[in-house]
């Protein structure tokens, strides 16, 4: 039974699925959907509860795949698109958080931001927490409580209006780009927690490659997701030959 290359939920554009083995499948996940609690399903974008769903249905995706079981293994915002990875099975979930709580998953972003930073490389290692002020806000936290953050930024291209940056989140805290870049002065586009809504765009932040080492086969595995229209819409472009060289495999480091 052949099987389709994309997710197809009710109320919504097919989801393309960009990376499949044994153990995991990998969406683009476009903006608006959430990664809220399971339990939270009165959320009508709730994508763990739609693909639950969907499964449970035998709708034709999951059921060429005899699929009983998918589950998120990190979070990607809601307005933050881009490379979303899945696992198929109890044992692999586990395998995969493990690999994102040991540092040895490369997570690679696009962010476009508003003004142009200090320095054209930098790491920022501030700690946050939740704002106290504000529910569903970050915010630096110098005390006990802020949890330890570490982000890798890189200026990759400048236009007349924004800055085209590449952003490697060590850690994987809540909104950890977004706080991290907001307190170097230049804040993402069209941020509405940490900046501010500009008409005719939507939040310049883009997850474009999840790679790691296979526990199983040992081979490097690469997941991309396409940029050029979230490029395009913020006025970049970004070679073939510049994509490779920014995002090929770099093995983490053995413990």
């Given at each position: ?57 035998d709708d034709f995706w999951a059921k060429s795949r005899n699929l009983t079981y998918l589950r998120h293994v990190h979070r990607l915002d809601a307005d933050t698109s881009g490379v979303m990875l899945f696992a198929k099975s109890e ?159 770099r093995p983490a480091a053995e413990p």
């Open positions: 039974m052949a099987k389709p290359n994309f997710i197809e939920l009710p109320g919504c554009d097919p989801i393309r699925i960009i990376y499949e083995d044994r153990a995991v499948l990998a969406i683009d996940k476009p903006r608006g959907w959430m990664l809220v609690p399971h339990s939270w399903r009165k959320t009508n974008w709730n994508l763990q509860a739609a693909i639950d769903s969907s499964i449970r249905a044992g692999a979930m586990q395998t995969m958080s493990d690999m994102f709580e040991s540092r040895k998953m490369e997570k690679t972003y696009l962010a476009v931001v508003e003004g142009v930073p200090k320095e054209l490389e930098w790491t920022c290692e501030l700690p946050l927490g939740p704002d106290p002020l504000q529910f569903g806000r970050m915010r630096v936290d110098h005390t006990e409580e802020g949890r330890e953050s570490e982000t890798h930024f890189r200026v990759l291209q400048k236009n007349e209006r924004f800055t085209l940056i590449e952003a490697s989140p060590l850690t994987g805290r809540t909104h950890q780009i977004r706080v991290h870049l907001a307190q170097s002065g230049c804040p993402i586009a069209c941020d509405e927690l940490y900046g501010h809504v500009e008409k005719g765009f939507r939040l310049g932040l883009r997850a474009v490659r999840l790679a790691y080492k296979d526990t199983f086969t040992r081979r490097p595995v690469s997941i991309i997701a396409p940029a050029e229209l979230f490029l395009k819409d913020f006025g970049f472009t970004l070679s073939a030959a510049q994509r490779q060289e920014k995002w090929s495999y």
